[in-house]
Every structure is written in structure tokens, then in C-alpha cells.
């Protein structure tokens, strides 16, 4: 008997789910040896009930399961000794020179986390490293990510230019109801560069279209002094330029991102929106520097769906929550200000997929059952060992760099 544990998130505002119900139900039919314990939550989008009712145990103990899943990291003091855990832990980014030990959960020490799975002989297994040959990943939060990023900050540039805003999406709690609202909404004047070509990138793409700006390319965005509303997105091919000139190249970029440097500014002449919904590694270059943005004329906002912590846009300080979702950033001084039009308006929520759990949960359930368990249940082809970190509380070659980073003092 194979047994699956779903553990309550430790996050209040976090309300998503690895496996939804229907997910408990399809994976209890393929694998009739499998037994899935759901811990009870009050706070999760879909109810202990609706477990129940698809032959899942709802029990507070997890201690007798195989495999504990997670969304956001968990807090050090629960994790059950001598158990594989998988959930997005956020050190995969971590360098010997702390950048990016801020990603993740606000508060969360990950140098604790990570000793804590050492000593207590935990298997980790982050969802964000479960990749295929061409390092793309086989699940995630992103399409939903971009999706309800680009709802906020195109409700942050009504708020900045003191129009209407729409309803928050986590008020409205339905991808469709986020439809509805955008096709109410015209948007004048409004001209929006984006970054990627990943998941996120195509969320933030995905919603755009419904809306009554115009989708232009990269070379007319350049030029496009006579158009007044429009989006453009830049992939990395565009975003990013080798630093001597040779053809850019995906794969290279991939394993040597520092030999780029980026030619955002060639594109940011009229932008009034920056989203940014690429991911970043923190050996690639930044997108732009804080000088850069006194060239930026017509910058008002950026929606920063990344939200790196100093990492690819300089600007995003800190994250910010679905409660409160933005703040404002005087470029000169560089502090975060009190409520102001002439400053630039940052968007930086870290749990963006949380404001629509039940439709982003579903998404990535359906991810897990597809593409990840099946080869942890059964056999791997070698997905899941590449995404272990840590086996038995030690860290396997390809991670030794996270080992690194917390013995160093």
C-alpha cells in the first residue's frame, strides 16, 4: 500500500492544494494499491467534505504516508522525521552569495528549513526542479500566476491613472468571472511590454487577448510612436543579446546566462506597463538598472509576476500580499513611499495563483497526476531523482551548492 499525504498549508492566505478531489479520485483508480490521507483545513478551497466524498481519510497524523505533499515550504517544526516531502521549497535559486534566499514564503529561514531536513533525514523533492531533458518543467502555478499578475496590474495602472478599478480576483474567485470583467474594460492610452516565454508569459498573453489592446511585435514596438494602445511581448530572444553578438541561442543561454546582457531599455521609450513574467536566473543579467529608470519617461507601473527580491527588476524590493497588493517606490531616493502619483507603482504578490485556488489548484493536480507521481508510485525515468535535493537529509551532487550555502557562516 502506497500511501499519500496532503498536509495543511502553513500559510494563512495560502488556500491552494497539491491533489483537488477529482485528482484523489483519478489517482485512487489507476493505482488500487494507494491510500491518500488529506490533513483537515479550514482554509483549503475545497472542503474536507469534498474529500471525503472522493474515498480520501481526512486525519490530522500523516505520519504512516510514503510521500507528504505541499504547496508553499513547510514549516520546519512539521516536518515528521525520516519522510520524502515535495513541495516548493525555494532554494534551488540560492547562491553562496545569499541572493535569492529571500524567494518564497516572507519569514521563512530557510537555513533553518533546510537543517531541519538534514538532521530529521528527509527526503526533498521540489516540484520547481521537476524538469524534462530541455530543462522546461512539467508543472506549476504559472499560467495562473500570469493570469491573475496581469489582472492586477492592469488594475493597478486604473488605480495609478484614478479610474475605475475592477473587483479583486480573489473577491471574484473565478477565472471566469475575471473574463467577464476585463471585456468591460477599455483601456486608452495604455502601452504594455512583456517579458518571457514561459508558462507565466503565457498567462499573462492568454488574458491580454481578451482585452481591446492591440498585440504588436517587438520590432514595431520599437517604433510604435503613433499608436496609442497596444502590448508587445519580448521573449528571451528579445529580452536578452550575447554580449559578443553572436545568434542567440535558448539552450546556451540556459547554461551560460552570464554571458548575456539585456536590451530591455531598447523597447521601454512608451511603455507606461512593464509585467514581467520570465524566469530568472541569479547568474543572467538584471533587466535593467535603477539608473535605467530615469530613461523609462513613460513608465507608471510595473507588474513584477517574478517577484525575484532584487533579483531581475530592481524594483521589487520586497513582495507584497493578495490583501495588499502594491506599493509605491520613489525611483530617486529608492524607498518605498506613502500613496503617490508621481512615483512608480510596484505589484508584487508572491502567491498570485491564491487568489484563484480552485481553478489553479485543478491545473496543477492534474500536472502531478499526469506527470509526477506515476514515476515516483511506480518507476522513475529519472525526472524525479534530478528534482531530489536532499536524500535521507543528504544532498545529492547536483545540489551540494544549497549544502554549501548554509555550513558557510
Same mark, same amino acid.
Given at each position: ?40 483545513? !479550514? ?8 474529500? !471525503? @466524498?472522493?474515498?480520501?481519510?481526512? *486525519?490530522?497524523?500523516? &505520519? ?34 545569499? &541572493? ?84 468591460? @474594460? ?41 499608436? &496609442? ?56 543579467? @538584471? =533587466? ?19 517577484? *525575484? ?19 509605491? =517606490? ?24 491564491? !487568489?484563484?485556488?480552485?481553478? &489553479? ?46 555550513? @558557510?557562516?
Amino acid at each position: 500500500m502506497f500511501k499519500i499525504g496532503i498536509i495543511r498549508e502553513s500559510r494563512t492566505d495560502d488556500k491552494r492544494t497539491p491533489l483537488v478531489p477529482k485528482n484523489v479520485k483519478s489517482l485512487l483508480n489507476k493505482f488500487n494499491n494507494t491510500k491518500i490521507i488529506v490533513q483537515p483545513s !479550514e482554509t483549503r478551497c475545497f472542503s474536507n467534505d469534498e474529500y !471525503e @466524498k472522493e474515498s480520501a481519510i481526512i *486525519d490530522e497524523n500523516l &505520519s504512516e504516508c510514503d510521500i507528504i505533499l505541499g504547496v508553499k515550504e513547510i514549516e520546519p517544526n512539521r516536518l515528521i522525521p525520516n519522510k520524502t516531502y515535495i513541495f516548493f521549497s525555494h532554494t534551488a535559486k540560492i547562491q553562496e552569495d545569499n &541572493s535569492a534566499v529571500a524567494q518564497g514564503t516572507p519569514g521563512m529561514d530557510k537555513k533553518k528549513l533546510l537543517n531541519e531536513i538534514q538532521s530529521k533525514n528527509i527526503t526533498l523533492i521540489d516540484y520547481e526542479n521537476i524538469r524534462d531533458n530541455l530543462s522546461r518543467r512539467y508543472l506549476g502555478f504559472g499560467r495562473f500566476a500570469g493570469i491573475v499578475g496581469c489582472y492586477n496590474s492592469l488594475n493597478l495602472y486604473l488605480l495609478k491613472t484614478n479610474q475605475e478599478q475592477m473587483p479583486r480576483a480573489y473577491e471574484l474567485d473565478s477565472y471566469e468571472k475575471l473574463i467577464e470583467n476585463i471585456k468591460k @474594460k477599455n483601456f486608452k492610452n495604455l502601452k504594455i511590454l512583456v517579458t518571457g516565454d514561459g508558462r507565466v508569459a503565457k498567462g499573462v498573453l492568454e488574458f491580454l487577448k481578451l482585452t481591446n489592446l492591440k498585440n504588436i511585435t517587438p520590432k514595431e514596438c520599437i517604433s510604435a510612436n503613433n499608436l &496609442s494602445s497596444y502590448y508587445c511581448n519580448l521573449p528571451t530572444s528579445k529580452y536578452v543579446i550575447s554580449k559578443d553578438n553572436k545568434q542567440f541561442d535558448l539552450q546556451h543561454f540556459i547554461r551560460f546566462p552570464n554571458l548575456y546582457k539585456s536590451q530591455l531599455g531598447s523597447y521601454m521609450q512608451n511603455i507606461n506597463l512593464l509585467i514581467s513574467s520570465h524566469y530568472w536566473d541569479p547568474k543572467s543579467p @538584471k =533587466l535593467f538598472e535603477k539608473k535605467d529608470l530615469f530613461n523609462f519617461k513613460k513608465l507608471e507601473v510595473i507588474g513584477d509576476i517574478t517577484c *525575484d527580491i532584487n533579483g531581475s527588476i530592481p524594483t521589487t524590493i520586497r513582495s507584497t500580499t493578495i490583501k495588499d497588493p502594491y506599493f509605491y =517606490l520613489n525611483i530617486e531616493t529608492f524607498k518605498e513611499v506613502e500613496k503617490n502619483y508621481n512615483d512608480l507603482a510596484i505589484m508584487a504578490v508572491d502567491n498570485l495563483p491564491s !487568489e484563484l485556488p480552485r481553478d &489553479s489548484s485543478e491545473e496543477f493536480g492534474n500536472g502531478l497526476v499526469n506527470h509526477v507521481l506515476p514515476y515516483i508510485i511506480q518507476q522513475d525515468d529519472g525526472r524525479i531523482k534530478k528534482a531530489t535535493i536532499t536524500y535521507n537529509g543528504k544532498f545529492l551532487p547536483s545540489y551540494n551548492y544549497i549544502r554549501d550555502y548554509i555550513n @558557510k557562516k
